[in-house]
């Protein structure tokens, strides 16, 4: 057997197939997955009323599980019963679109939206055919990281950077990943090598701009926000506004947050951003508390800093110091609040 | 709402191609009920003396459908710097791109699909606007079904899409049409090209189709690949619309040459695309610098400009009929009718850019002063450029340049030489055996020396800005001495006499002694 040949032998994989254990696991999360691809291959095999069973089992343990939703919508569409599907995609739709996604100034794939069973499932029937294509890894590595498995999707991304060796892309998200796992000194490399091929990647500024931070270097992060700022098109203001909060830029922020409201009216986030920018600016803003339900309570604890910061500068700083440590490294207030307190 | 993307341009690409064109116009059209809706259509690579193929099909469109239309038209010299590197005519990606970045900025989506499809929304009562108007943010696709060839062929009514509509909820009853194709993500369904709805903001933050893909095929999926990669997703609307593919496989595509079909590579652009973005055409996706030409089906049409300019320049004939002779005895004459031959003249011109800056060499002067008139009269912006060899030809009048021929050929976009009688007056009779005189002769002398000289130095002359052969028109060049020397230096067809007009590019002139002394004694 030639050496590419030995490669892709031992890089086959198996079609998914839910383990025994994933069914009898406690855990909701991981049994409500199980069930749904049990459900998946029984549609592929035919068997739509059975499937519709282990989506019903699914979506008792999960009952925002769009993708479980859809799945049923489908099921039902196929067996005739138009009427019960119809509200049922609407369902899925409308519970995808209820999930927050990621900062706009971050690299795409943690602006996605849902569980992505679906697609890991489908991706790994791909790998059944597909040896020589990195895509499906990858994109099973993203599915993986945005639903916050770093070290699962490192596999991923190394499986395809075996394909596609080298691949300055690759490597940024495989950063990601190793950023995500907090092996920042990593993270940096892999980013270091991605912009030098391509130095005009803003979203790998940013992440390596949270690497450095991660690794307590805030002039070196501060340096990579800026030249995102700067490379940034002046049409993604959301993307804008949050690099320029990253860097506690409210003045640069404002104008940003002023066309991402106009642009998105229904995004809390902007609006509540505007505020915390006029708030800081010593403009007059908007008193009402736009911070949402379910909001990080490390967004929560920046709120009270900013609130805090005109009239009580010992309080402000302890909740900022606060935000630092209830929240991600990664998080837009976080990073303010590193700069905020710099500034102190 | 949202911006349809298709593309082709004015030949034969595949069977009966306008009748299943047509009926995919009209029927896009029917589902569109927001006033910001369109449908753009990027008609690439159509020779210059063509019209575009949307207006070639203008009458079997819709009232709506011509409203609902732009079209761009992106020039062959616009495709001149790719032309040496695919063996395709019409390129999806650069087509997709241009029509993009001009699309209204008011739609949310944008829908790419293809001149066969018809979109069939489940509920009848729902047009795609209402459809796309309340779904979320994301990408979307659809499954295509195809309807048999005798189907649409035969049954359906082009003008009536509203009645296609019907005829297809009943067909995929009655014979079964509706099979979903399932496929590998992130192509979710086989044919996705046919149905891809994406945010505009989305493709415009992925820059746009892949402009390296210039080989043909997979554009789709490469696009579907990336955008599955930057939404995470690939979504379906199969329970909002369906979508019916016109099958046109009696007779294959150019593009299509069974399994030796040139392709652009399956691995590198969908197996192995590793980031939604394309940086390298991130400035240029779409060619945002080129100015395309937008032409309309509803206001400014061929048909308004040509009578347009005719209408200034010519007064209706005031008798049934006028009369002149191909017979061989009169070969000599060159007598011709202005007020029939202008028509023909001014066709020959009307598909060409308005800023085309034309070279006109005459030796009638009421030629020169009715070609001007219609010129202005259709809409044409760019100079007449008469050279100044020329004499006897009115002076002053509006848009008309002279100067020394050999400053003026390197600024014509196109040529008009025209071979008549400059002592012929307008109310004469023509071809009854009448004689040039010694002052025609000059005149003709001038313009065919200048004739010849333009034609064999025409790509030596050419301006920097153009890649390709410009057209020479011939006015009176049929059956007449003029003829052999136009056809001598021009690729041009047989045209009927009564046309009085000849065109075409110019032809390869022999460079060796030994080819040119072959050339003469053919000639002789």
New interface residues.
């Given amino acids: 057997m030639s050496k590419p040949s030995i490669l892709q032998f031992l890089m086959r994989r198996k079609p998914t197939q839910p383990g025994a254990d994933d069914l009898k696991s406690a855990d909701p999360e991981r049994r409500g997955q199980g069930l749904f691809r049990v459900g998946r291959t029984r549609m592929r095999r035919g068997e739509t009323e059975a499937a519709l069973g282990e989506f019903d089992q699914a979506l008792k343990l999960l009952p925002n599980y769009a993708e479980a939703v859809?799945a049923r919508?489908?099921s039902l569409?196929m067996l005739g019963k138009?009427d019960a599907?119809?509200p049922e995609?609407e369902r899925a739709?409308?519970l995808?679109?209820g999930q927050r996604p990621g900062a706009p100034d971050r690299s795409?794939?943690f602006?996605?939206?849902?569980r992505?069973t679906?697609?890991v499932d489908?991706?790994e029937?791909?790998l059944l055919?597909?040896k020589?294509?990195?895509?499906?890894h990858?994109?099973c590595g993203?599915?993986l990281l945005?639903q916050g498995h770093p070290e699962e999707a490192l596999k991923c991304y190394d499986r395809?950077l075996k394909?596609?060796q080298n691949?300055p892309?690759?490597t940024a998200?495989k950063g990601e990943a190793l950023s995500m796992a907090g092996r920042y000194r990593q993270a940096i490399e892999a980013f270091d090598f991605a912009l030098a091929a391509?130095p005009?990647?803003p979203e790998t500024l940013n992440a390596r701009g949270i690497a450095r931070l991660g690794l307590g270097d805030l002039d070196g992060a501060n340096a990579d926000w800026r030249r995102q700022l700067e490379l940034l098109p002046a049409?993604?203001a959301a993307a804008r506004a949050c690099v320029a909060l990253r860097l506690a830029d409210y003045a640069a922020a404002l104008p940003e947050l002023e066309k991402a409201v106009a642009h998105e009216p229904n995004e809390l986030y902007w609006k509540l951003y505007r505020q915390t920018a006029l708030s800081r600016l010593g403009k007059p803003a908007d008193s009402a508390d736009l911070l949402p339900v379910d909001a990080h309570p490390a967004e929560a604890a920046f709120q009270k800093a900013v609130a805090a910061a005109a009239i009580d500068r010992e309080s402000a700083r302890a909740h900022w110091r606060e935000t630092i440590e209830l929240g991600p490294v990664s998080l837009v207030e976080v990073c303010a609040a590193h700069n905020e307190l710099s500034r102190l | 709402m949202f911006s349809v993307i298709i593309y082709g341009r004015n030949d034969s690409h595949g069977y009966n191609l306008h009748k299943r064109a047509a009926i995919s116009f009209n029927a896009l059209a029917e589902v569109m009920t927001d006033p910001d809706d369109e449908i753009l259509f990027v008609d690439y690579n159509t020779p210059d003396d063509h019209p575009t193929f949307p207006e070639a099909i203008a009458d079997t469109l819709t009232e709506k459908a011509k409203k609902v239309m732009r079209i761009f038209r992106v020039r062959p010299e616009q495709h001149a710097h790719l032309k040496n590197k695919t063996h395709l005519v019409a390129l999806e990606s650069q087509s997709r791109n241009v029509a993009l970045r001009r699309s209204n900025p008011k739609n949310r989506w944008i829908l790419y699909t293809n001149t066969d499809m018809l979109l069939v929304s489940r509920n009848p009562k729902e047009s795609l606007s209402d459809i796309l108007g309340g779904v979320p943010d994301g990408f979307y696709q659809i499954p295509r079904f195809e309807i048999p060839e005798m189907l649409w062929e035969a049954a359906f009514d082009r003008k009536d899409p509203a009645g296609n509509l019907v005829k297809l909820r009943d067909w995929s009853v009655r014979f079964h049409l509706n099979q979903v194709v399932h496929n590998f993500m992130p192509m979710r369904y086989d044919a996705l090209g046919d149905f891809q709805a994406c945010l505009r903001e989305d493709m415009f933050a992925i820059h746009g189709f892949d402009e390296d893909m210039i080989l043909g095929w997979h554009c789709d999926s490469n696009l579907a690949a990336r955008l599955a990669l930057y939404r995470g997703r690939v979504d379906t609307l199969i329970d909002k619309a369906f979508g019916y593919h016109c099958d046109h496989t009696r007779v294959a595509a150019a593009n299509n040459k069974g399994r030796k079909t040139t392709m652009n590579s399956h691995d590198r652009f969908i197996w192995n695309v590793s980031t939604p973005y394309l940086p390298n055409q991130a400035e240029t996706w779409g060619w945002p610098d080129v100015e395309i030409e937008e032409v309309r089906l509803d206001r400014e049409t061929s048909y308004q400009r040509f009578t347009a300019g005719l209408d200034r320049a010519i007064k209706p004939a005031t008798v049934p009929f006028t009369n002149t002779s191909c017979e061989w005895h009169l070969f000599d004459d060159l007598t011709y009718d202005l007020p029939h031959t202008l028509p023909f003249a001014c066709d020959q011109v009307l598909t060409y850019p308005k800023s085309t800056a034309v070279m006109l060499a005459a030796t009638r002067p009421d030629f020169v002063s009715g070609f001007a008139t219609a010129w202005r009269g259709m809409g044409f912006t760019g100079p007449i450029l008469v050279p100044q060899e020329c004499e006897g030809l009115p002076a002053g009048l509006p848009g008309v340049t002279t100067g020394h021929f050999t400053d003026l050929v390197r600024k014509t976009d196109l040529f008009v030489f025209e071979f008549g009688l400059a002592s012929q007056k307008i109310d004469e009779p023509t071809r009854t055996g009448r004689e040039a005189s010694a002052l025609d002769k000059r005149r003709l002398k001038v313009v065919e020396k200048l004739f010849r000289e333009a034609a064999s130095t025409e790509a030596d002359t050419r301006p920097a800005h153009r890649r390709l052969a410009r057209r020479f028109i011939g006015v009176n060049v049929i059956y007449n001495k003029y003829w052999p020397i136009f056809t001598d230096y021009v690729g041009a067809n047989i045209n009927p006499f009564c046309s009085q007009v000849l065109a075409g590019s110019p032809l390869p002139q022999p460079t060796g002694v030994k080819a040119k002394i072959l050339k003469f004694r053919k000639r002789a």
């Fill in positions: 859809a919508a489908e569409d138009i599907a119809r995609y739709r409308k995808w679109a795409y794939l602006r996605q939206r849902g992505f679906f697609e489908s991706y029937l791909a055919r597909v020589t294509g990195s895509f499906p990858l994109a993203n599915a945005a395809a394909i596609k691949d892309d690759l998200l391509n005009k990647a049409a993604e």
